[in-house]
């Protein structure tokens, strides 16, 4: 397993903590007093959290051909943390509103996942078939306003004389995760095939958990849904 020791020999110390049993995230956040702000997270153990400027100071370096991801959008942190026998690398990102869930923090996540996956593969320690990975997005529930049925999303669908990419791979996931609460990220989806890096960076297949936020500040067991995977 990756350890910080590992990291901050090569990278900024600032970048890496090594917490135990709670980590919190905080989203930035202008006027709203009532908007999801903090999430925090308990669970058994250590793990090491990545901070978001770390994959943020990244941004330049990276040339792409999907044009609906930017690359200057990234998620809120990630996480290594060893779970009972198993390795995980979780990506997480926290949005008030639920329509920003697929309206961005879908295409954030794929960035990130780049992002990191080609920092750790500098590390020895970094074996990709060793980790499982997932993404972690915490929103408020949909309001009666945004809680579109089926019917109505088609219809929606129609009045977009010429639907984008991004219009596609939203409404796409749009439906798994209101129904479901999860559902997988396929790289084809977001350009992954097109782009230029090497193919152990590129995300084939990412599960994504969706946790409703019952207050601006919160608190979620990550063991509980590391439990349930």
């Excluded at 609906?68 to 990102?93: M, P, R, S």
């Excluded at 049925?149 to 798994?176: G, H, P, Q």
């Excluded at 960076?201 to 919160?218: E, R």
């Amino acid at each position: 397993m990756i350890t910080i020791d590992d990291l901050q020999a090569l990278y900024d110390t600032s970048y890496f903590e090594e917490r135990e049993n709670d980590i919190s995230i905080k989203e930035k956040q202008r006027d709203n007093p009532n908007a999801l702000s903090e999430v925090t997270f308990t669970f058994s153990g250590k793990l090491i959290y990545i901070k978001s400027c770390f994959l943020d100071d990244s941004k330049s370096i990276y040339r792409i051909h999907a044009k609906h991801l930017n690359f200057k959008k990234i998620c809120d942190g990630a996480f290594i943390i060893k779970h009972q026998d198993n390795l995980f690398l979780i990506w997480v990102e926290l949005k008030s509103g639920y329509n920003d869930v697929c309206k961005k923090a879908i295409f954030q996540l794929p960035v990130s996942y780049i992002k990191l996956k080609s920092h750790l593969k500098n590390f020895p320690n970094y074996i990709p078939n060793h980790y499982k990975e997932l993404g972690i997005i915490i929103s408020y529930s949909p309001q009666e306003s945004e809680n579109d049925n089926e019917s109505i999303m088609a219809s929606k669908r129609k009045l977009v004389k010429y639907e984008t990419v991004y219009d596609s791979i939203r409404f796409k996931y749009d439906k798994d995760i209101r129904t479901y609460q999860a559902t997988f990220l396929n790289g084809d989806d977001f350009g992954f095939n097109d782009m230029n890096i090497q193919d152990d960076l590129k995300m084939n297949s990412l599960y994504i958990h969706h946790c409703i936020a019952d207050s601006p500040n919160m608190t979620i067991n990550l063991d509980a849904i590391l439990d349930s995977l």
